[in-house]
């Protein structure tokens, strides 16, 4: 099993582009999560998804959008890059268990770079 | 509401010296906490995690940790600290279920000869 994998590891964009991340999981996994890491802030949760078709609000939604067609995957999109959307990226899975919380699973990252 | 803060964004220890990293969760329902490592340039994994099973929780690579409710504390400890430990180290919390993680800042971890 490959896990949790992300497309692409690196990107660079300019400001007012757009662009789509890719997160997909082989794991069956119902619930999917994208964060973003800055240095000094930990992991913010930017949006998720409890199953396929849903999607919703995290701690830091705004300037991101996310569609779930199909469970295995989750895309990340920015309309119009900002700088401030430099970070890295992560995308994690887990499964879900009424009344407590399964472990989540994370994908090795893309690092987003906005000039 | 649920929050984690981690005390000391860096942390320096010698090779075989005690590990101990702090986190202090806040939250109004019991919690669910979990430590996460990571090794430069790559995703998260977990360590161990607290399910209210029982307090003293045994993780990977010789860590463990003690969740005290009277203290909110979930401090990460590993007796004798090696090379291969020095990465960061996040505690997490979940509360109520949601299976929603709340993360700290972090704590960088650097082992030293």
């Known amino acids: 099993n490959a896990g949790v994998t992300q497309t692409p590891k690196f990107r660079v964009l300019k400001t007012g582009q757009s662009m789509t991340l890719l997160c997909a999981q082989d794991?069956?996994?119902?619930?999917m999560y994208w964060y973003r890491q800055d240095p000094g802030m930990g992991l913010r949760l930017i949006h998720y998804?409890?199953?396929?078709?849903?999607?919703a609000k995290g701690e830091v939604p705004d300037g991101y959008n996310v569609s779930r067609l199909k469970k295995q995957n989750f895309l990340l999109g920015l309309e119009s890059a900002a700088p401030s959307q430099t970070s890295v990226y992560f995308c994690?899975?887990?499964?879900?268990?009424?009344?407590?919380?399964?472990?989540?699973?994370f994908g090795p990252g893309t690092r987003l770079t906005v000039l | 509401a649920q929050s984690v803060t981690q005390l000391g964004s860096h942390v320096s220890v010698s090779e075989g010296a005690l590990v101990l990293l702090r986190c202090n969760y806040s939250?109004?329902?019991?919690?669910?906490l979990f430590w996460y490592v990571q090794y430069p340039n790559q995703g998260l994994q977990l360590l161990l995690k607290y399910t209210s099973a029982a307090t003293l929780v045994k993780g990977i690579n010789g860590f463990e940790a003690e969740f005290k409710k009277s203290e909110t504390s979930f401090h990460l400890t590993k007796p004798s600290a090696h090379m291969s430990d020095a990465a960061e180290y996040f505690c997490?919390?979940?509360?109520?279920?949601?299976?929603?993680?709340?993360f700290g800042t972090g704590t960088q971890l650097k082992v030293e000869l």
């Open positions: 998804s409890v199953g396929e078709g849903t999607t």
């Open positions: 794991m069956n996994h119902e619930y």
């Open positions: 994690a899975s887990s499964l879900p268990l009424a009344g407590s919380t399964d472990t989540q699973y």
């Open positions: 939250s109004s329902v019991p919690p669910y």
């Open positions: 997490a919390v979940s509360a109520g279920g949601g299976n929603k993680l709340t």
